[in-house]
């Protein structure tokens, strides 16, 4: 199980759109549509942002949004607030073999 | 209101053995495609993924930490126990507990974590 490769940092105004990028392989991102988001803000626990590639759960702001394409996954955030910075990690299902869950090292966002 | 909370010592000794719950509320143990997956978080780190049961007792383990972990349940307790072995300092880490629905790696919500230490 190695880790799924996202950027270390990501930066946008207030108002702009950023994309996170999350990289796997064959053998997870690309095999299922099984990408989950969590943002985590410092000092606290991580919260579910996307799950299943681009579903947003109940009380997620419209303006997060997920995609995949082949073995890249994306997270789109759209008219970026200050409340936004915060810690982003992908995590995406790897099989039933192992069950295997893995996660991405995270993306600091940095709201300017 | 679905809630989890972790709990266990807040130090350990190198090689000692650590023994963490997990107690949950607003769901059963019981219920069909839930489970319960522990989670941790070195500081500064990222996070990595450790174990997790299902309500049908289906247990699974990181590859890289299997021979160390074991994970059980107490569906009238509520409760969720990680046990790991031979604890060392590389360990020290915040550990989470999650709800997790249906094996796919959707943790939601997370318990506040607890920041366990390894050190003489």
């Known amino acids: 199980q190695s880790a799924l490769t996202q950027p270390a940092s990501v930066s946008g105004s207030p108002g702009q759109s950023i994309t996170i990028s999350c990289t796997g392989t064959?053998?997870?991102?690309?095999?299922?549509?099984?990408v989950s988001w969590y943002q985590q803000h410092p000092g606290k626990a991580p919260k579910l942002m996307i799950y299943e590639g681009s579903k947003r759960p109940s009380g997620v702001s419209n303006r997060f949004s997920g995609s995949k394409s082949g073995n890249t996954a994306s997270l789109t955030i759209s008219g970026l607030q200050a409340e936004d910075e915060a810690d982003y990690y992908c995590?995406?299902?790897?099989?039933?073999?192992?069950?295997?869950?893995?996660f991405g090292g995270g993306t600091k966002l940095t709201v300017l | 209101q679905v809630t989890l909370k972790e709990s266990g010592p807040v130090l350990v000794k190198p090689t000692e053995t650590l023994t963490l719950t997990c107690t949950v509320s607003?769901?059963?143990?019981?219920?069909?495609?839930?489970?319960v997956s522990w989670i941790r978080q070195p500081p500064g780190k990222a996070l990595e993924w450790l174990a997790h049961i299902f309500s049908n007792d289906e247990k699974s383990y990181s590859t890289s930490l299997k021979s160390r972990l074991t994970i059980s349940k107490d569906t009238s307790k509520s409760q969720v126990v990680l046990t790991m072995t031979n604890m060392d300092p590389v360990d020290t880490a915040t550990y989470y507990c999650?709800?997790?629905?249906?094996?796919?790696?959707?943790?939601?919500?997370w318990g506040q974590g607890t920041l366990v230490t390894v050190s003489s």
């Open positions: 064959s053998s997870d991102v690309g095999s299922y549509n099984l």
């Open positions: 999650a709800r997790d629905i249906a094996g796919s790696g959707r943790f939601d919500p």
């Open positions: 995590c995406s299902y790897a099989g039933s073999s192992t069950f295997g869950v893995v």
């Open positions: 607003g769901f059963s143990l019981s219920n069909a495609r839930m489970g």
